[in-house]
């Protein structure tokens, strides 16, 4: 099983209107699928089988020949209008196999933008990612801020990633266990400077997945359960913390093609009455033919 990784933040950055500019320029325009007819998915139904997890752009429920995603996310107010200051940007490129060549992450508040370099050996397994201030990239990738270098066993399944920062020293170390049907069941990350340590192990439902969390900071422990679609979209999440338990649902709209364009999640913790403001994450999708 090739080990596939992408980024579809959650976090909402405090950016002005040029962090627009920088991905909505003319050379990162992104041409939607036409989204006349959008169909809005709610219903629990059974999720993605693994076996058609088998490149990047299936592990982000995307399917056709795409050439590259342009992510948007924002918060909403109850009205539907944007708030904040622009949200998060993220521009991924695919290979004609679907896997991602190349991620650009928009800077904040005068922070230069971040870009992701994919490296591949000759079989398409992810072997290394590098990660770069955007001036840095363009000047002949000569100094990354992070790396990481993966390892697979001999039947090819990734079994740990190493994770260094820019004087080239390891930070930390994640490993991998697996399931009967290839899952992952257990991932255990132990950082070098000073041996905390996260788990994180699942379980698998029929149309649900459990993610547990421990770790050094028990504070920081939690229990989140997802539910999914037919296409294993997320569509609603309960999560355990040590503040109360909390709801978030999602709602989508497909595009002609079955892609999702749009998502809308809100949420409330149990012992509220009312669902909390949303955030939107929206996803302009170039087709190559």
Same mark, same amino acid.
């Given at each position: ?6 980024? !579809? ?90 896997? !991602? ?6 800077g904040c508040c005068g922070t230069d933008s971040e870009m992701w ?39 090819? !399944? ?73 296409n294993g979209m997320i569509i609603r999440e309960e999560k355990t ?43 302009? !999708?170039?087709?190559?033919?």
């Amino acid at each position: 099983m090739k080990y596939f990784l992408f980024f !579809i933040p959650f976090l909402i950055l405090a950016c002005g209107n040029e962090v627009a500019e920088t991905i909505e320029s003319e050379n990162h325009k992104q041409a939607s699928a036409d989204t006349s007819n959008v169909t809005l998915v709610e219903e629990i139904i059974p999720s993605l089988e693994v076996e058609t997890i088998n490149n990047d752009l299936t592990a982000m429920y995307l399917s056709g020949d795409i050439e590259s995603v342009s992510i948007h996310t924002f918060q909403v107010d109850d009205e539907g209008e944007e708030i904040g200051m622009g949200g998060s940007y993220e521009y991924y490129s695919f290979n004609v196999n679907g896997m !991602i060549t190349q991620l650009e992450i928009a800077g904040c508040c005068g922070t230069d933008s971040e870009m992701w370099e994919y490296i591949y050996n000759d079989g398409d397994y992810l072997t290394h990612r590098k990660r770069y201030l955007d001036s840095d990239y363009d000047d002949e990738y000569e100094e990354f801020m992070e790396k990481e270098k993966y390892f697979y066993n001999s039947d090819s !399944i990734l079994v740990k990633i190493k994770f260094a920062g820019e004087d080239k020293e390891l930070t930390k170390e994640t490993s991998f266990e697996y399931d009967d049907e290839g899952r992952i069941e257990i991932e255990l990350t132990e950082y070098t400077s000073d041996d905390s340590y996260e788990e994180r192990s699942y379980f698998y439902g029929p149309d649900y997945t459990t993610e547990n969390v421990s770790g050094s900071d028990e504070s920081m422990n939690y229990s989140s359960t997802e539910y999914y679609s037919e296409n294993g979209m997320i569509i609603r999440e309960e999560k355990t913390l040590s503040v109360g338990n909390m709801i978030t649902k999602y709602e989508y709209k497909l595009d002609d093609r079955g892609n999702w364009i749009e998502r809308t999640s809100r949420y409330k913790y149990e012992s509220e009455e009312n669902w909390n403001p949303s955030t939107t994450v929206t996803r302009s !999708i170039k087709y190559r033919n």
